[in-house]
């Protein structure tokens, strides 16, 4: 025998449903009309910003046109600004290269002190100098970008004797321009050895700059 308690009558029947699809329509409104509209909304508001600042009257063909030659544009800042970054920066081994991401700034200290190291033997090697001596490494200098303040590069300055031979001078002056890499100059004091007329002295103060990247074209 059904206990009478779970007996709905039809009146009950007929009021549940109706409660039920008064439930249903009020959550098709709240999470699709009430989104529809408010995307409406936004979409009018954005069409009324167009048409204040006058783009909404740009010419689509002549839209496209101006994306193209701002891309060609930044296309061509990027390739000389990687040119420019071969040119000056401290030439590296791309295991140093690589060693220099996620580093510490003692860490790059000493990998960008090896590197200039073995350049000066590289001059050595080559006979560009006869020697280099009493060479002293101080910490980056963070050079930024004005607006973002990210790192553009560093300059790592330095000072060094070397011992050149008087015909090499232009050699030695010159290597800028043969290797594509240049040191910054900021102080040279030549003397020439009394013993020795064909050896002059350098006591160089230079720079080396070191990038972290370069910009993918």
Aim: charged share 25%.
């Amino acid at each position: 025998m059904t206990s009478s308690r779970f007996k709905i009558s039809a009146r009950n029947q007929i009021l549940l449903l109706f409660g039920s699809i008064l439930l249903a329509v009020f959550c098709f409104w709240f999470f699709g009309v009430r989104d529809i509209q408010q995307k409406r909304a936004e979409n009018k508001r954005l069409r009324e910003t167009l048409k204040q600042s006058g783009l909404a009257n740009i010419d689509r063909k002549n839209l496209i046109d101006a994306i193209k030659q701002q891309t060609q544009i930044d296309q061509q800042l990027i390739k000389d600004w990687n040119t420019i970054h071969q040119r000056i920066a401290l030439p590296m081994s791309p295991e140093a290269r690589k060693k220099l991401k996620d580093t510490t700034a003692a860490e790059r200290y000493e990998i960008v002190k090896e590197q200039i190291q073995q350049t000066f033997q590289n001059y050595v090697n080559t006979g560009r100098v006869v020697s280099f001596r009493n060479f002293t490494l101080n910490p980056s200098i963070p050079h930024l970008h004005n607006e973002s303040y990210e790192r553009l590069f560093e300059e790592y300055r330095m000072s060094v004797n070397f011992t050149i031979l008087a015909d090499k001078l232009y050699d030695f002056i010159s290597t800028d321009a043969e290797d594509d890499f240049f040191f910054i100059f900021n102080n040279i004091r030549i003397t020439s050895s009394t013993s020795q007329p064909s050896l002059l002295y350098f006591n160089v103060t230079m720079s080396a700059l070191v990038f972290d990247y370069l910009y993918e074209e």
